[in-house]
């Protein structure tokens, strides 16, 4: 790898938290040596640490050309959007961050997901909230949710092959996540947090004027919070829905 690359290794196309939690949540949930597939693993960030824990490490993306793993990890050029039969299924662990919100059909998805899992496998899935607070704020101003505008829609950003990634086109609420992983057939269904008290102030010193973006919307959200009616530590303050399901066991599913 050149020294380029290995930068681009570490690159994190989430949120700042979001990998931390999902890593933990895996190492939690699943056997140390369980089998793990990372779908839509963009560079590589969280695969690479998901193979330093240990675990037998499938990662997975349709467009290869944005992986810096190759020849470390095994990889497979996936479209989500189409079959999955190139995966073989029978995971112990499905990480899927930030990755529903750019697919044509989020349902099937999840469906997908579900049918790739082993009886009793973990669906570790994530993706930007719409019901957090700096988005509610930001929807009753301009009518558009934090990373749910035109801009994140009609995206331009482009791989080196001259590919588009594809847009935010589709938006979740935490409930709406809970509803169809359930209609999908996955129990157990809880969810985590990814947000520090202070995170909306790391770019403070790149950009000054955040200061009181942050303050003006941290304080409007937390004098609305008692009206805003869904659980604050998984919907208001955190800035990405980290959803955990498990696959019924094949005694439940009967």
């Known amino acids: 790898m050149t020294s380029r690359n290995k930068k681009s290794a570490l690159l994190n196309w989430s949120s700042r938290g979001v990998h931390d939690v999902v890593l933990n949540l895996v190492e939690s949930l699943t056997l140390s040596d369980g089998r793990v597939l990372d779908v839509a693993c963009g560079p590589g960030a ?11 490490v499938i990662a997975a993306d349709g467009f290869p050309e944005v992986f810096e793993l190759h020849g470390q990890v095994p990889f497979i050029h996936l479209n989500v959007e189409e079959e999955w ?5 029978n995971f112990d662990a499905i990480c899927a961050v930030e990755i529903i919100e750019h697919v044509e059909n989020p349902y099937l998805f999840i469906r997908k997901c579900f049918e790739s899992l082993k009886p009793g496998g973990v669906l570790v899935l994530t993706t930007p909230n719409a019901a957090y607070y700096s988005s509610r704020l930001m929807f009753l101003h301009n009518a558009c949710f934090e990373l749910y505008s035109p801009r994140s829609f009609y995206t331009k950003t482009k ?8 847009g935010h086109i ?8 809970k509803a169809n992983l359930e ?14 008290w202070l995170n909306g102030l790391l770019p403070i010193p ?7 973006r942050w ?7 937390t004098l609305a919070s008692p009206f805003m009616h869904e659980p ?10 980290i959803a955990v399901a498990r696959k019924p066991t094949l005694d439940l599913a009967a």
């Open 46 to 56: 969280l695969t690479e640490r998901l193979l330093s824990k240990g675990f037998s």
């Open 215 to 221: 303050f003006y919307y941290r304080l409007l959200g």
């Open 206 to 212: 790149r950009r000054p004027l955040n200061l009181v």
């Open 85 to 89: 039969t190139s995966l073989g299924g």
């Open 170 to 177: 589709h938006l979740f609420t935490s409930w709406m996540i």
């Open 232 to 241: 604050v530590k998984s919907s208001i303050f955190s800035k990405n829905i």
């Open 183 to 196: 209609r999908a057939g996955f129990g157990s269904v809880f969810f985590s947090s990814s947000n520090y």
């Open 159 to 166: 791989t080196e092959k001259g590919n588009i990634l594809p």
